[in-house]
C-alpha cells in the first residue's frame, strides 16, 4: 500500500517592488529623524542678524551699535570710601560697545555676551565694572518707548577678538527659549582686529 503523500506547501511570490518601497520609506523615516531637530534646537532663541550702525528691532526691545573700541586698562572715579580715582585692569584687555537701545513694550533689561568665532561666550561685565551709573547698560533698567545711549563692557582675551560677534537679549541672565537674540556682526576681520588692537588705548579716562 502506498504512503499518503502530503500535499506541498505553497509558496507565494515574492513582489521586489513592494519590499523595495518597504525599505526606501525605512530607510526616509530614519533620515527624518535624525533630521530633526532636537528639543533644545525646538527652544532655542531666535537670531536676528544686524551690524554696527544699524537699529534691529526684536520682540521686546531694539539696539543699535553706534561703534566698538579696546582699552588696556579704565580710569574710573572714586566712591565715599575710596575717593581717589581707580584703575580697572582687565585679566585680557577691555571692549566697549557703544549703544543706543529701547524696551518696546515694558520696561525691562537687555543682556550682552560676546560671541567668538569657536562658540565661547563672554558675558558683559557687571554694573560695577566699571561703575557707571547710567552709562553702564548691563544690569540697567530701560523705561518703555525711551532711547537711551550707554555701553557694555567685555574683558575679553585679545586672541578670541577676530571673528567675535556680539549678542543681545531680553532679560538680565539668559537669552530666553524662543525668544529673539540679536546678533551683531562686527566685521572683526583679520585687518580690522589688528587696527583695533593698535589703536587700543594704554588708559581710557571714564570719569
Known sequence: ???????????????????????????????????????????????????????????????????????????VRGDYLHPQPRMLKPDGIWLSALTEAEALKEPGYIGA??????????????SSRPKLPGSNFNGQELATGLRGTGGYFFDVPSDRLHGAHLQFYWGPLAPGPMDHLIDIDLGLDGPKTQRLLQEAKPVLDLR
Do not use: C, H
Open 1 to 75: 500500500m502506498n504512503a499518503r503523500t502530503e500535499p506541498s506547501a505553497r509558496r507565494l511570490p515574492i513582489r521586489w517592488s513592494l519590499v523595495a518601497t518597504s525599505l526606501l520609506t525605512l530607510a526616509a523615516i530614519v533620515y527624518l529623524r535624525k533630521a530633526e531637530p532636537d528639543y533644545e534646537a525646538k527652544l532655542a532663541p531666535l537670531t536676528l542678524p544686524g551690524a554696527i550702525a544699524q537699529r534691529v528691532e526684536a520682540r521686546n526691545f531694539a539696539i543699535e551699535v553706534k561703534r566698538i573700541r579696546l582699552a588696556r586698562a579704565y580710569l
Open 113 to 126: 555676551q560676546l560671541r567668538t568665532r569657536d562658540g565661547l561666550v563672554y558675558l558683559a561685565s557687571g
